[in-house]
């Protein structure tokens, strides 16, 4: 192998000119990469590749480049060649095969696990490799979908039998390693990527860079993810990128669908084949046998316990119990059933199957004979074949074809040949293209049934297109000049007529360049919509025109969802003024279809409704990494919850209003931009508004905790008030009546030991109300156990930024109360904002609880509190906490809850959990806020 010799490598210089966020993360990254890793957050859109490629120079060393798929493995290569390369000749310096190593060489994770693990022949694929959004038994059919390299021709096909990639790199001089998202891999390319990282040694350096880095998992996976890419050192935001006018002014709208009437009729029948399950239990008498003779309910002092460790499963079981109005006991009915319902039924099953000890033994085999003859239970687990054949008819419901085709008649009569969108689906559906200018409904949603029906529905008005590896699609009123681009770069082609307007591209000699001629064209205006498959066009691809875009794509992960949305938001350099929609649709699961359904694995609760949707859920884990502003308050944040016009009820005419004030608000464009501006602190002339200080913005992890406080709680704290204020009372009486003259010469020897007696008992009611207040005021309580976190996690190392401080704000009459850590790093804000979320969540099976250590008790009020896991791994850090309440006047004693006398106390905490007044609704959202 030849190494070529890299002494021109400082000539290589960003020819353009560094952001303000670019610059700030530059210059810090020599202190950073003092440790030898550095570790960026950057938004999408944020230009992480160049900063990648400029630390990768500034460093010197050749450079191992590491990517998710090979759209993004070629675009490091595509970076250096528009922003460095200069006059020097690429291919001596860039590589994407590991046997032709150069200055920078950009390879996927998977060609990685295949040269460490000396494989053979091994195809590595651009598609996403975490399908964990694919819904269950989708058919993935693969013929019937793009592949990005179905245009570019890249396919590795490197053999690594005899491939030492250890021994090559270390010939070679690789000394940087730079990792692109090095996370949401696959697990076989996780376990490659960290024993390859091991095996190198010491003597790298890591740039490791990531737009969604895995704020919340758990302490032991972010544990393997920063001991891979070290602990995170900067960030740039997506508020930041608009306010530097580099992400457009953009908005997030969901639009809601019922679901066909076929799709309708194969739920009834599901349906109904799951009633007949259940039911068939029920006339054999084996949900009565299940009441009456399970050990919970017979000795629920022995096993309660149980219970409450597999406390949704439990629920599950009364459920199914409640489904053939079997007897519950009501101690137990009121303890668990309280507020719970909604938990599934399958939970119970599950259950049953996994606590054989509490059933007897023929009951416990008749009950699992029946799950496994209706081929329920997979790899032991209770799963409900029919609930996942459900969720799939809904996520890709032919009612979203309604929902495309008014979003796309309210876009184009709002901008009118301005209109640049961009629809992406999954299925190509080329069965249907007879169909196309018939009056055919569709069954199956797809491109071409999306190509049709909004044709159907704009007809000539609009430039409608298709772009797909197999299916092209053009307006015939535009190929003149679409042929004469071709011509230019000379790609020939054949048109066969489609339906009037419109003709199908056939026999492409350049399919690759064909993608960017048609890419052009759209950027023209020679198409206006164009429709195509999220794997040609959702990564990789990009257009800056793009100012409205409908994801009707369901198959795809995590993190490709987000890079799809980053198509629509980016800045065009040719329309300074522009702004973007992104459509979600979401198929809504009516609730009387659901009367006798024993599984809601979608149930959701918002208000007071119930709303069912695995559409839904699924969005709403999506939009923890949408950042954007509030429907109806001027703050930019994440999550569902700023959609804030999604209000109940949700039946037929609640969707239809909903589905209206998003169309409505997506036409105020100006609106939507006036919003961006007031969060932004600027006014609506794009002017900063006076700020003082380095950086009077960041994003907040802030926690916000919904109080239902008992009325014995406020009862008694106004009570206590009441009994100070008649002591004062009776303080300056019996003040005048001791120390008036006539007064101490005639009762001195029995007025003044009372008012010293009184003096105790009145401090006494005075510390006992300071203490009532702190445990019953909301605000001044959560004041308390926030601080005390902050401390705790300072000492135990865990916060380490300097100047971080609690940041307390209630709204109404502390109904709602915000918290947050105002200052510090974005691992930092996550984990204090978990502890409050454990701190102020019902008792489960916290290893330690802090409990009140006196006696005393007030009515219907358990004292005792978590303790969040971060600090109960060490008893130190617990005391320490302990501590930290004491010197706030909330004297807690710590019980360990893992011995006899412990589990007891537990237990009793459980019981009284959900009358505790630590109990709370609390929700996580990330804002970008004043600090």
């Known amino acids: 192998m030849k190494y070529v010799s890299y002494d021109t490598r400082q000539k290589f210089r960003f020819n353009k000119t560094f952001r303000d966020y670019q610059m700030r993360v530059l210059q810090n990254a020599l202190i950073h990469l003092k440790d030898n890793r550095i570790h960026i957050v950057a938004a999408p859109g944020s230009g992480k590749t160049i900063l990648g490629l400029e630390l990768i120079c500034r460093l010197g060393e050749p450079a191992l480049v590491l990517s998710p798929t090979l759209s993004i493995r070629d675009q490091w290569k595509q970076r250096f060649a528009e922003s460095f390369i200069g006059e020097h000749n690429l291919d001596d310096y860039v590589s994407t095969s590991l046997k032709d190593i150069k200055f920078i060489t950009s390879i996927t994770y998977q060609t990685l696990y295949s040269a460490f693990n000396r494989l053979k022949n091994r195809n590595t694929s651009s598609k996403s490799n975490n ?170 002092d022995k096993y309660l316990d149980i219970c409450f460790d597999d406390e949704e499963d439990f629920i599950g079981f009364l459920n199914l119990l409640n489904y053939s109005n079997e007897y519950i006991p009501p101690d137990i009915r009121s303890l668990f059933l309280n507020q719970r319902n909604n938990i599934v039924v399958d939970a119970g099953f599950q259950f049953i199957f996994d606590h054989k000890e509490l059933f007897p033994s023929d009951l416990y085999d008749a009950i699992v004979s029946r799950l496994h003859d209706a081929k329920l239970i997979e790899k032991n687990k209770v799963r409900n074949i029919y609930d996942k054949k459900i969720n799939k008819l809904m996520i890709q419901s032919i009612g979203k074809l309604e929902s495309i085709r008014q979003i796309c008649i309210s876009e184009f009569n709002n901008m009118g040949h301005e209109l640049r969108m961009l629809i992406l689906g999954d299925y190509i559906r080329k069965n249907y293209l007879s169909d196309i200018g018939t009056n055919n409904a569709f069954t199956q949603i797809g491109i071409v049934p999306i190509f049709e029906t909004v044709r159907r529905s704009l007809g000539t008005r609009a430039k409608i297109g298709v772009l797909t590896g197999s299916l092209v699609i053009l307006p015939e009123a535009t190929l003149n000049e679409i042929s004469s681009i071709a011509e230019k770069n000379r790609v020939s082609f054949n048109c066969r007529p489609l339906v009037d307007g419109y003709v199908v591209i056939e026999n492409i000699n350049k399919s690759n360049v064909m993608v960017k001629i048609i890419t052009g064209a759209f950027q023209m205006g020679l198409i206006e919509i164009l429709i195509g498959t999220k794997s040609l066009l959702g990564e990789g691809w990009d257009s800056p025109n793009i100012n409205s875009l409908i994801l009707a794509s369901f198959v795809g992960s995590y993190v490709l969802s987000n890079q799809m949305r980053g198509r629509a938001i980016r800045t065009d350099p040719t329309n300074e003024d522009k702004t973007a929609n992104i459509w979600h649709l979401v198929t809504v699961e009516p609730a009387n279809l659901f009367k006798n359904r024993f599984s809601m694995a979608s149930t959701k609760h918002l208000g007071d409704a119930v709303y069912n949707s695995s559409d839904f859920l699924t969005l709403e884990r999506r939009f923890k990494t949408f950042v954007g502003p509030h429907f109806t308050r001027d703050i930019i944040e994440n999550g569902i919850k700023r959609i804030s016009i999604i209000t109940p ?132 309580r959560l004041k308390i156990q926030s601080e005390a976190i902050l401390k705790t996690y300072i000492h135990m190392g865990l916060i380490r930024s300097k100047g971080v401080r609690v940041k307390v704000e209630t709204e109404g009459s502390e109904d709602s109360i915000t918290i947050s850590l105002a200052g510090g790093t974005a691992r930092e804000k996550e ?101």
Request: charged share 30%.
């Open 649 to 780: 009820p949700f039946n037929k005419a609640g969707i239809d209003r909903i589905n209206k004030m998003m169309l409505s608000l997506a036409n105020d464009r100006e609106g939507m931009k006036r919003k961006w501006l007031r969060a932004l602190g600027e006014d609506c002339h794009g002017t900063t508004k006076p700020c003082y200080g380095v950086k009077p913005y960041e994003m907040q992890k802030q926690t916000e905790i919904k109080r239902n406080v008992k009325p014995e709680v406020v009862f008694i704290n106004h009570l206590y008030s009441i009994l100070v204020t008649i002591g004062i009372a009776l303080y300056w009486i019996l003040f005048r009546l001791t120390f008036s003259p006539g007064m101490m010469l005639k009762y001195s020897f029995a007025l003044f030991p009372g008012f010293i007696a009184y003096n105790f008992l009145f401090l006494s009611l005075v510390k006992s109300k300071m203490f009532i207040s702190r445990i019953t005021s909301p605000k001044k």
């Open 131 to 300: 399908e964990e959004d694919m819904p269950a038994d989708s058919n993935y059919d693969e013929t019937d979908q793009d592949s990005t390299d179905s245009w570019d021709n890249i396919n590795e096909n490197e053999d690594y039998e005899n491939f030492d990639i250890l021994n090559e790199i270390k010939k070679a001089g690789i000394k940087t390693i730079c990792l692109d998202e090095a996370h949401h891999l696959r697990a076989e390319w996780q376990r490659a990527l960290e024993t390859f990282l091991k095996k190198l040694g010491k003597g790298y350096k890591i740039i490791a860079l990531t737009a969604t880095p895995p704020y919340d998992s758990s302490k032991a996976e972010w544990d393997k993810y920063v001991s891979v890419c070290g602990e995170i050192d900067d960030e740039i935001f997506v508020p930041e990128l608009v306010k530097a006018k580099n992400l457009c002014y953009h908005q997030d709208y969901i639009y809601f669908n019922y679901p066909g009437e076929d799709e309708l009729n194969a739920i009834y029948e599901f349906d109904s084949k799951i009633d007949a399950f259940v039911a068939d239990l029920a006339s054999e008498g084996l949900l009565y046998r299940l009441a009456n003779e399970n050990l919970v309910f017979k000795d629920p």
């Open 831 to 931: 984990i204090f904002a978990a502890a409050l979320r454990e701190m102020t969540a019902p008792i489960k099976k916290q290893k330690y609880l802090l409990v009140y250590k006196s006696k005393s008790r007030i009515k219907l009020i358990s004292l005792a509190t978590p303790c969040p896991d971060l600090i109960a791994q060490k008893r130190e850090y617990v005391d320490y906490l302990k501590k930290q309440f004491q010197s706030r006047m909330i004297p807690y004693d710590v019980v360990y809850t893992r011995n006899m006398e412990g589990r007891q106390i537990l237990l009793n905490a459980r019981k009284l959990s959900l009358k505790n007044i630590d109990t709370a609704l609390s929700e996580c959202v990330e804002r970008f806020v004043s600090i």
